[in-house]
């Protein structure tokens, strides 16, 4: 997916976790409206259980390493292998189970309350952070950047301990238990990383380096699971879900000769012609990909992830006017969808009607600020209407969600000379430029 950036890959600088002794790097966020939408269906009845509702998110990391975890209360991440290794949605729900219930359990938090006094302390930025509390009024988020942090650091901050493990276990068998879903999931996904405990670090999965794992945990998991058995449900409405954002991930991310081999694993008829889609747009063969599109739609005709996925292939065809037909149908049934609204708030300002373009981009903005292109997408449609303070205000933010800080420093200073004084865009600007200042003293 990295050479297909249409499917929505933005860097993260703020994000991440790195293993192994090499240094520091980004993370790489997959935006996609289809598998976001999937991954939020199948949390759904363990969110539930778990008390935790529809405040937590789950968002996809580009990364072949088997890996999920939490930085902050509001976000799940895992990886693309992880959910391509994963052959069943009881299995990816014994994930979600686990780090929600590091959420719900206080684990991060009281690593929030305590960072201040932690070594890693000075290693972690917050300019991300304190953008986010300038657009939600949360200071319950500062925690989600790491900034530069040195590689041990990292692993002091975001490893778990036993007793977390042991406890996060317990209520994760809990939550699937609660929610009618096979808790032998959560185990299955335990013996997966079985025995790794005696390899060298460098050689473990990241998820064992971060989640300790030992045979006694793995037969403390076994008598949660048996305490909970027969009380699992069939699913079948999130087999396909599972099925669906597994097939977008890969359709994108194997090449497209695999994928004209395996669609047929697929049990529905839709998905296997959205995954045919998905092969023939990459190899450029645009009309079989709105040949498989459109049969995928006829099948489902008010879903609004596949007319997105018709929106893109249009849209890299240079077929601009149907892209923007195409989002905004999907906008219709999708009408607060982000991902969705950005992608026609895009379409939008390709046939330049960029003040339409800022309604749904700002919409888009509102409903979540972390998405690079959609701030990348505003700054410039106001620079189309000569709103040149919000243009600096929007890239000051962008360049603060990639760790830029001092380009973010200057677009927000840019910014506060020409935006009225007291305004909500200017507060953003003054949040930015603060922040900014902030990691340059600590630089010192």
Do not use: C
Request: aromatic fraction near 6%.
């Amino acid at each position: 997916m990295r050479s297909l950036p249409a499917f929505g890959t933005f860097l993260v600088a703020a994000l991440l976790l790195v293993w192994a002794t090499a240094p520091a790097r980004a993370a790489t966020l997959i935006r996609d409206s289809d598998v976001e939408n999937a991954l939020a269906r199948l949390a759904a009845p363990i969110l539930q259980a778990s008390g935790l509702g529809g405040t937590v998110r789950l968002l996809l990391i580009d990364d072949p390493s088997l890996n999920a975890f939490v930085v902050d209360s509001g976000h799940i991440y895992i990886h693309t292998g992880l959910l391509m290794r994963l052959d069943t949605p009881e299995k990816l729900q014994g994930v979600i189970a686990h780090e929600a219930a590091h959420i719900a359990n206080g684990h991060i938090t009281r690593r929030m309350t305590n960072l201040d006094s932690a070594r890693t302390a000075a290693g972690l930025g917050l300019a991300l952070a304190l953008a986010a509390a300038a657009a939600t009024g949360r200071g319950d988020v500062a925690g989600a950047l790491a900034l530069g942090t040195q590689t041990s650091a990292q692993r002091q901050f975001f490893a778990h301990t036993r007793a977390e493990e042991a406890s996060a276990d317990q209520s994760g068998v809990r939550y699937m238990a609660t929610a009618g879903i096979d808790p032998v999931g959560m185990l299955e996904v335990q013996q997966l990383f079985e025995g790794q405990e005696h390899l060298n670090v460098t050689r473990q999965d990241p998820y064992m380096r971060s989640h300790p794992l030992t045979r006694d945990r793995i037969r403390a998991m076994e008598r949660f699971v048996s305490a909970y058995s027969g009380s699992a449900r069939a699913q079948p409405e999130l087999d396909y879900w599972y099925d669906r954002a597994r097939a977008k991930a890969t359709a994108f991310q194997r090449p497209p000769k695999w994928t004209f081999q395996r669609y047929r694993e697929s049990p529905a008829k839709d998905v296997q012609h959205m995954r045919l889609a998905v092969a023939h747009h990459r190899q450029q063969e645009r009309s079989k990909a709105l040949d498989h599109i459109g049969k995928a739609i006829e099948l489902r005709p008010n879903d609004a992830q596949y007319y997105d996925l018709k929106g893109q292939i249009l849209l890299q065809g240079r077929q601009f006017q149907s892209a923007v037909t195409a989002y905004r149908t999907a906008a219709d049934f999708a009408p607060r969808d982000p991902l969705i609204l950005g992608n026609l708030g895009r379409a939008l300002l390709t046939i330049d009607r960029p003040k339409e373009a800022l309604q749904y981009l700002e919409k888009s903005r509102s409903l979540d600020f972390r998405n690079m292109r959609v701030l990348r997408d505003l700054g410039s449609a106001y620079a189309q209407v000569g709103n040149n303070g919000m243009a600096s205000v929007s890239t000051a933010e962008r360049y603060a969600l990639a760790g830029r800080l001092q380009d973010a420093e200057i677009h927000a200073q840019r910014a506060l000379g020409l935006l009225p004084r007291g305004s909500s865009a200017y507060r953003r600007a003054q949040d930015i430029l603060a922040a900014a200042k902030r990691a340059n003293r600590k630089k010192r």
